[in-house]
């Protein structure tokens, strides 16, 4: 109990700073201009992103040095906290670098590679021997990272969509995390909701700013860790993170393949995201965003059940896709009586 109550003041801190930031980022006027695939008709500022992580990366080291485990890492030995800022650090520059100036696909990659393996790096014990599995558990780690940055980032194109989503995920987290990750667990998603709570109110349901790369990418690395952390807490924590964000996961699965199907590029800007193709056919954001929220509830909802409820990690994974599924066939419905175009 005594670590609560400064635990609490220092994440109302984080909040207020992240608030801080974007309000200078709006004043500042690095302005996103719309395009074929923008949500938006008007140019609005970008930026906020750097609000969210500044204060993030700020207030975590000091959240986790008060909660009394900011460099313990699950079961054995260290969380690399320096590594850890250093790796989000790099990928901020280069985001940032690329929203004022939009870079190629692949600098970007090269830095979202480049961050998530010295992540890695920070989560993975020290092998004494080289094994396979060693290596296969870096790689997919690496993977994971990568593509958590990705989605995130293709989801970010409305207003409140992913900000939203991502304070649900932490704020539940504290509740999910299995016992021997929770203590590195908390400190993370209290700081990231924090960070991510001074942004909306900026965000929905009007949008005074975006994230922009910065932020969505940012976020999605610091989730993509997360759920690394759960996965090594055990105890079912590996179904924790897909779970939550099951809405997000889906939607950009189902748009890359069907895009991949026709033939079309998966790396090119486009407006064909199940959210896109509904908010084109009519529904607004304030209905779509929190459709959003309410699916990352749905799937924390189903992680709970599958850590303390008994169901089985199937059971809760089939309950998540056919929620999902539904939510896309409704979507392909209504684009019958309300055309879209090609999608």
């Not at 690395?221 to 099951?246: I, K, N, Q, R």
């Not at 069907?258 to 590029?265: D, H, I, L, M, Y």
């Not at 800007?269 to 309410?294: E, I, K, M």
Request: proline share 6%; net charge positive.
């Amino acid at each position: 109990m005594h670590r609560s109550l400064p635990f609490m003041v220092l994440l109302v801190a984080i909040g207020a700073v992240s608030m801080l930031l974007v309000r200078i980022m709006v004043r500042v006027r690095v302005l996103d201009h719309p395009v074929a695939r923008s949500a938006h008709s008007v140019p609005v500022p970008t930026g906020g992103g750097i609000g969210i992580m500044a204060a993030f990366m700020a207030g975590m080291p000091v959240a986790g040095a008060i909660w009394g485990s900011g460099t313990q890492r699950p079961a054995s030995g260290h969380f690399g906290t320096a590594g850890f800022i250093g790796a989000l650090a790099l990928l901020c520059l280069v985001s940032w670098y690329d929203d004022l100036r939009p870079r190629p696909v692949a600098v970007k990659l090269l830095a979202q590679f480049a961050a998530a393996m010295v992540i890695v790096a920070c989560l993975l014990p020290p092998a004494t021997t080289s094994t396979a599995a060693t290596l296969l558990l870096a790689i997919g780690s690496v993977v994971w990272l990568v593509f958590m940055a990705n989605c995130v980032n293709f989801m970010d194109g409305m207003n409140g969509l992913v900000s939203g989503t991502s304070l649900c995920a932490c704020l539940m987290l504290p509740w999910l995390a299995p016992a021997p990750v929770a203590a590195t667990v908390i400190p993370i998603a209290g700081s990231m909701a924090a960070a991510i709570a001074g942004f909306l109110p900026f965000n929905f349901p009007r949008a005074r700013i975006f994230m922009g790369d910065v932020g969505s990418q940012g976020c999605g690395m610091v989730l993509g860790t997360l759920g690394l952390l759960l996965a090594h807490g055990g105890d079912g924590g590996w179904a924790v993170m897909p779970l939550l964000m099951s809405g997000l996961l889906c939607d950009v699965t189902f748009t890359l393949l069907r895009r991949w199907r026709a033939g079309e590029s998966i790396v090119t800007a486009h407006r064909g995201h199940l959210y896109q193709v509904a908010h084109r056919s009519g529904l607004p954001c304030t209905l779509l965003s929190p459709l959003a929220w309410g699916m990352c509830l749905w799937g924390g909802a189903l992680a709970w059940l599958l850590r303390h409820g008994g169901i089985p990690a199937w059971a809760a994974f089939a309950l998540a896709a056919g929620t999902q599924a539904a939510w896309a066939g409704y979507v392909r419905h209504r684009v019958r009586t309300h055309p879209v175009g090609r999608w």
